[in-house]
């Protein structure tokens, strides 16, 4: 079941740049993609065209086949969630349970609902001992676990994670695949930009390349690698 296309995007910041040109891609639900290429190349870019903070100037979205339009954005930024690198430091609640309670504040649910979702981020990120503690004194890792449990408590269908494993200790590396390993028994898509090819080695399904704002390759991870 194909969940998320991009049909011939590109993008530019401003006048003179194009920071995406011809970007064709096609995401199946509950895939493991691993996203690849140098500083540059377009990663972010494309990802905040999929998850609608950003409309292409030339090009579709799809959302299960739903063309995304202007009216679509705010519904299609609640399916893909982005965890961004330096999500961490952007942590800003006086409590880690505050923290994570703000996404699905802002979505309007219950007092309940919220409580609820909050509880089961916290859970999956192994987090709740720190619940009323300030997120300002945890540890790097831990601190990336909160801005993860920030996205998993908004429950969007597909997660991409820009460049987790930068600022990462294998320590965390290992917790980071067991995360993900559990997301995707949730039934989520996931997308990963990593410069760590090991790790795309051992995780992804499917590697696709960026390089110069377009893809260069898309693939089975063992193709893509062993031809690099
Ligand atoms: P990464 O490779 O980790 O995605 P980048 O170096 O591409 O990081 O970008 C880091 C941040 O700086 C992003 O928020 C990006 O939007 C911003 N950025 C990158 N290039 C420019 C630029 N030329 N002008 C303004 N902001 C930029
Ligand atoms: P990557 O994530 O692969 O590092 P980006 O998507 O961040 O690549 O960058 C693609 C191109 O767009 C780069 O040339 C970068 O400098 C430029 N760029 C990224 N963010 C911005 C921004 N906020 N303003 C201007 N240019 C940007």
Not at 100 to 110: A, D, H
Request: proline residues 4%; aromatic residues 6%.
């Amino acid at each position: 079941e194909v969940l998320l296309q991009a049909e011939n995007l590109s993008y530019s910041y401003g006048p003179g740049t194009k920071a995406l040109h011809d970007v064709s891609l096609s995401v199946k639900k509950g895939e493991k993609i691993a996203v690849l290429g140098s500083n540059g190349a377009g990663k972010s870019t494309c990802f905040l065209n999929l998850n609608g903070v950003l409309m292409p100037d030339t090009g579709t979205i799809r959302y299960k086949g739903k063309e995304i339009g202007k009216k679509d954005l705010n519904e299609l930024r609640k399916e893909v969630g982005i965890v961004f690198q330096d999500a961490d430091n952007q942590i800003i609640a006086s409590t880690v349970s505050a923290e994570v309670s703000f996404g699905p504040m802002n979505l309007r649910l219950s007092k309940d609902e919220v409580k609820q979702r909050v509880e089961m981020a916290l859970k999956s990120m192994n987090l709740m001992m720190f619940q009323d503690r300030p997120p300002h004194y945890l540890s790097g890792g831990e601190k990336k676990r909160v801005s993860i449990a920030d996205i998993i408590a908004m429950e969007p269908e597909v997660i991409i994670f820009d460049e987790p494993t930068a600022s990462l200790d294998p320590v965390n590396v290992e917790m980071l695949t067991q995360v993900l390993d559990e997301m995707t028994r949730m039934g989520k898509t996931l997308l990963i930009s990593t410069h760590d090819v090991d790790f795309a080695y051992k995780w992804a399904d499917r590697a696709v390349v960026f390089a110069g704002g377009t893809i260069i390759a898309d693939g089975p991870v063992a193709d893509i690698l062993a031809s690099d």
